[in-house]
T-cell receptor, first 118, second 108 residues
Framework: GAVVSQHPSRVICKSGTSVKIECRSL??????MFWYRQFPKKSLMLMAT?????????EQGVEKDKFLINHASLTLSTLTVTSAHPEDSSFYIC??????????????FGPGTRLTVL | QKEVEQNSGPLSVPEGAIASLNCTYS??????FFWYRQYSGKSPELIMS????GDKEDGRFTAQLNKASQYVSLLIRDSQPSDSATYLC????????FGDGTTLTVKP
């Protein structure tokens, strides 16, 4: 159990276009999902917390108008990178939260989306 | 001071040895503690969760938690080259906070 899918796995786009990334929890419902980005050999950087049925909570320094998040159902959250620029090229990873056996909230990660903006 | 601190490494151990990965945290209200493994170019994978003081064993992995010392560790017994990865410690008091990770290399 606890499988999270992410689509697409890789995308190359031209500067100025928008890219949508989907994150799905396949075998459990997730009221909370998270979006991260990671640069090569760097640590995970939390971008935003996605809450089903409400607005996402963005971390400081993350532009909410550039990174649009929609959590329309208990199994799907989407991240749209609007007007992408080369500096947005990165590895974007989502995670879905589920209650663990010990009572804490465990995060299960999708396989990631590698975005390259030309 | 970072909320979750890990030695960046790299940590190198010979095959068959015990690898010891350490993590300290600053929030005394933290209740949940996790270890993730991340292979190069891949996303993190949850390998251990621990919630109470003491040891928790799962196969070759043992997580150790000491809330008084604000310290959590991961021991990997009989290390294999396939264990070579970056190991992320995550601490949660509600939302999880990740450390920057320790890179482990297991040499054949």
């Amino acid at each position: 159990g606890a499988v999270v899918s992410q689509h697409p796995s890789r995308v190359i786009c031209k500067s100025g276009t928008s890219v949508k990334i989907e994150c799905r929890s396949l075998d459990f419902q997730a009221t909370t999902m998270f979006w991260y980005r990671q640069f090569p050999k760097k640590s995970l950087m939390l971008m935003a917390t996605s809450n089903e049925g409400s607005k996402a909570t963005y971390e400081q320094g993350v532009e909410k108008d550039k990174f649009l998040i929609n959590h329309a159902s208990l199994t799907l959250s989407t991240l749209t990178v609007t007007s992408a620029h080369p500096e947005d090229s990165s590895f974007y990873i989502c995670s879905a939260q589920r209650a663990g056996a010990g009572g804490g909230n465990e995060q299960f990660f999708g396989p990631g989306t590698r975005l390259t903006v030309l | 001071q970072k909320e979750v601190e890990q030695n960046s490494g790299p940590l190198s151990v010979p095959e068959g040895a015990i690898a010891s990965l350490n993590c300290t945290y600053s929030d005394r209200g933290s209740q949940s503690f996790f270890w993730y493994r991340q292979y190069s170019g891949k996303s993190p994978e949850l390998i251990m969760s621990i919630y109470s003081n003491g040891d928790k064993e799962d196969g070759r992995f043992t997580a150790q938690l000491n809330k008084a010392s604000q310290y959590v560790s991961l021991l990997i017994r009989d290390s294999q080259p396939s264990d070579s990865a970056t190991y992320l410690c995550a601490v949660a008091a509600g939302k999880s906070t990740f450390g920057d990770g320790t890179t482990l290399t297991v040499k054949p």
